[in-house]
């Protein structure tokens, strides 16, 4: 049993007179980290010291029991102190977290693209080596899709994941942790606690947490019913532990929040239970990816759709990729619409309608070319050109359609009329093929010319003519020969 006569605090190296406190508290709850909160007297002799002696890395422990055998209720670090002076008497506040708020401090933005991840192996890729998270989980559990941290802390990224599977993180900082040194350590789902017994008599309240059933049957797709959001606060003789179980009302109860409180000289440890399908947690997203625009390269293309490697943050030379259609400008129902799709290796855009990375669309491609001799030198001439040299070309007075540069191309210039020229050769087939020049049509070969025709070949000019239709017929108003 922990009472007021066995709670030891020590400040960095320097001990906290309980009998100097005026108030204490410390919270666990689901989803944050735990908390300390302490006000009291501070001695004469170290007025100064309080402030002075503490900074980012101070540790703060409050523990229970006596001489060696003690047990840690909260080990963690500053993260406000103040000290204020009223009628000559100088008072303390002070805030600490548990370590696990080191883990919600820096704001990130990287992509996780490898959807065959296990999620044990993807938390231990984002928290590194600089905190332990014990799993309560499948270990076969794959993320499935895609994953992007989008200015958010470590802590936010893994609450959005854990809210998946309507669960939570419950922080350590008290003999629930492990020996970690000071390092964050977590659970990642509601842990396994250990069966606790209360007084049968006891006094009670009851909450019925009517707005949260609403969220959750709402948003998040929970089987939670009116009944399990039915939450029994009282007190205890014992400091619980998130997970932890009770016997009440001839039902098995968890504890979701735990506290212990100090207050004119009392210790009272309160806590809080609920069905198991209470512990549920409402569905998080991550409203700031609304709307952004994430550069990427394509890896591979497959109808109408691109592999995207996203380049973001330190995930940016990891190689993965992840499909997302590509947006066309023009589509219908059957074959109609436009299909330009970008090449291997290309930089495109992927934009993000909503909170779910799954509804990425990659939307447009990026020229990165620095080159000044390239075709982007005049932004009045519009080009279409494919990787293998295909090029339509939109100039100010004409359309050059191009198979290759140079070599084969019909261009139709506004002033000049129509070229078409190849250095392979040109055939003009169709069922009825009719030439009309208003001013004359020269035909000229540098070798040889060749008319030919299955039945019959005529040419006519006024009242001359030649046929040739196995026998040769000339017919005109003179007729020279040689």
Known sequence: ?????????????????????????????????????????????????????????????????????????????????????????????????????????????????????????????????NAICNYQGSESQKLGTLLIQYRETDWELLKRMAS??????????????????????FWFGIPEGKQRSIADKLHYTVHKKIGVYRQLVANSGSDVNEIDLMNYEMQTDDFFNIGDTVKFKEQTLYVCESRAEIEGGILVLKCVLTPKNGLQQERLVNTQLIGAVLEGQVSDISKDQVQVHLLLGENKDDGKAYWFPYLTPYTAEGNTGQYWMPEKNDYVKVQFPSATEGDGVACASIRRSNNSNDKTSDATVKYFRTANGKEIMFGEKEIVISAEDDKVL???????????????????????????????????????????????????????????????????SQVKIG
């Open 1 to 129: 049993m922990i009472t007021y006569e066995s709670i030891g605090i020590k400040l960095g190296t320097t001990e906290i007179d309980k009998n100097n406190l005026h108030q204490m508290m410390i919270t666990k709850k689901i989803n944050d980290h735990v908390g300390l909160y302490l006000t009291g007297v501070v001695p004469e002799d170290q007025q100064d010291k309080y402030a002075e002696n503490s900074d980012a890395e101070t540790v703060i422990e409050v523990n229970t029991g006596t001489g060696e055998e003690t047990i840690p209720l909260f080990k963690g670090i500053i993260s406000d102190i103040a000290i204020k002076m009223v009628r000559d008497v100088y008072y303390f506040e002070i805030e600490a977290r548990s370590y696990t708020c080191l883990l919600d401090v820096e704001r990130k933005s990287r992509p996780f693209q490898d959807k065959d991840i296990g999620y044990s192996d993807l938390i231990n890729q984002i928290i590194g080596s």
């Open 164 to 185: 998946t599977f309507h669960t939570g993180l419950v922080a350590f900082a008290g003999s629930d942790a492990q020996a970690a040194g000071n390092k964050p350590q």
């Open 410 to 476: 019909v261009r139709i210039n506004q002033e000049n009329g129509v070229e078409i020229y190849s250095e392979q050769p040109v055939s003009i087939q169709g069922k009825e093929i009719t030439i009309k020049g208003k001013e004359g049509v020269t035909i000229e070969s540098e070798k040889e010319l060749t008319i030919s025709g299955s039945s019959k070949v005529d040419i006519k000019c006024k009242g001359s003519e030649i046929q040739m239709d196995g026998s040769t017929q000339i017919a005109g």
